[in-house]
């Protein structure tokens, strides 16, 4: 016998009603960390208005657990409810983007109740493969992960962070570019900075204020998904987040 749904829900299970809440209340209570104590300098809103409903992947460097993630959030509904390059009036969050879905390891997602919460609104959970609980590991991607980011790319946006930490100039995980050769998704680079200045290391305690905090959209990334290497698709990747071993070099 089916079962049947009292409410709607995404594909992972999750009542929209209580992910919209979510939002909107975590929404409320973070706008002041990007316009406010701290300053959220946007480039490239018009892009965000320009994709697609779905089959969109998102790629950035990363330099906290959860403040860059929530800061998405915030540009991309702002962006989409007409805000240009600004998140005056927090409105945006009464009818946010629901399918919206970003990847995040299971270690951390289930350290603690606002992990948990926040996972609720739209965390794909993968197991790392060369890390976990600070120590250095070997294992195989789960056939599940691979299947789980599909999903949320054929429902929707997701955002990944290649480099698969916080720690800057880190190299880019292979695993994005298979992603990226199977799926095919119209990938969409990010490059954020400020954050860790701004932010402890989880983005959840403000460690500074008046910090000028940026987020560049660049265009999307033009790909041959049938001809381009693995390797090629990883150094596209890296060049267009400003992660690339030459940038290192230019700020020396």
Same mark, same amino acid.
């Given at each position: 016998?089916?079962?049947?749904?009292?409410?709607?829900?995404?594909?992972f299970?999750?009542a929209?009603?209580i992910?919209k809440?979510?939002?909107?209340?975590?929404?409320?209570?973070?706008?002041?960390?990007?316009?406010?104590f701290?300053?959220?300098q946007i480039?490239?809103s018009e892009?965000?208005?320009?994709?697609?409903?779905?089959?969109v992947l998102?790629?950035?460097?990363?330099?906290?657990?959860?403040a860059?993630?929530?800061?998405?959030?915030?540009?991309?509904?702002?962006?989409? +409810? $007409?805000?240009?390059?600004?998140? *005056?009036n %927090?409105?945006?969050?009464? /009818?946010? &983007?629901?399918? =919206?879905?970003?990847?995040?390891?299971?270690?951390?997602?289930?350290a603690?109740?606002?992990?948990?919460?926040?996972?609720?609104?739209?965390?794909?959970q993968?197991?790392?493969?060369?890390?976990?609980?600070?120590?250095?590991?070997?294992?195989?991607?789960?056939?599940?992960?691979?299947?789980n980011?599909?999903?949320?790319?054929?429902?929707?946006w997701?955002i990944?962070?290649?480099?698969?930490?916080?720690?800057?100039?880190?190299?880019?995980?292979?695993?994005?570019a298979?992603?990226?050769?199977?799926?095919?998704?119209?990938?969409?680079?990010?490059v954020?900075?400020?954050?860790?200045?701004?932010?402890?290391? +989880? $983005?959840?305690?403000?460690?500074? *204020?008046? %910090?000028?905090?940026?987020? /560049?959209? &660049?265009?999307? =990334?033009?790909?041959?998904?049938?001809?381009?290497?693995?390797?090629e698709?990883?150094?596209?990747?890296?060049?267009?987040?400003?992660?690339?071993?030459t940038?290192?070099?230019?700020k020396?």
């Amino acid at each position: 016998m089916a079962k049947i749904k009292l409410w709607k829900q995404d594909p992972f299970g999750h009542a929209l009603w209580i992910k919209k809440f979510i939002i909107r209340v975590l929404g409320s209570l973070t706008h002041r960390r990007y316009r406010g104590f701290n300053h959220l300098q946007i480039e490239g809103s018009e892009i965000i208005r320009s994709l697609p409903e779905k089959g969109v992947l998102f790629i950035s460097n990363h330099q906290t657990y959860f403040a860059d993630v929530i800061a998405m959030y915030h540009v991309f509904n702002a962006s989409l +409810k $007409g805000r240009e390059n600004s998140l *005056k009036n %927090i409105g945006y969050v009464w /009818r946010p &983007k629901l399918n =919206l879905y970003y990847v995040a390891a299971s270690e951390t997602m289930h350290a603690g109740l606002l992990p948990r919460i926040l996972s609720y609104v739209g965390a794909v959970q993968v197991n790392r493969t060369w890390r976990e609980k600070g120590k250095e590991i070997h294992r195989e991607v789960r056939p599940d992960d691979i299947k789980n980011i599909g999903i949320a790319l054929n429902d929707g946006w997701l955002i990944t962070f290649p480099q698969g930490t916080t720690s800057p100039w880190k190299p880019i995980r292979k695993g994005t570019a298979h992603l990226i050769k199977t799926y095919k998704p119209i990938v969409v680079p990010i490059v954020i900075d400020g954050f860790r200045r701004s932010f402890d290391r +989880k $983005g959840v305690v403000v460690k500074k *204020k008046g %910090i000028q905090q940026t987020m /560049r959209i &660049k265009p999307p =990334l033009k790909i041959d998904y049938e001809r381009e290497s693995i390797e090629e698709i990883v150094e596209k990747v890296a060049l267009s987040i400003e992660q690339h071993p030459t940038f290192l070099v230019n700020k020396e």
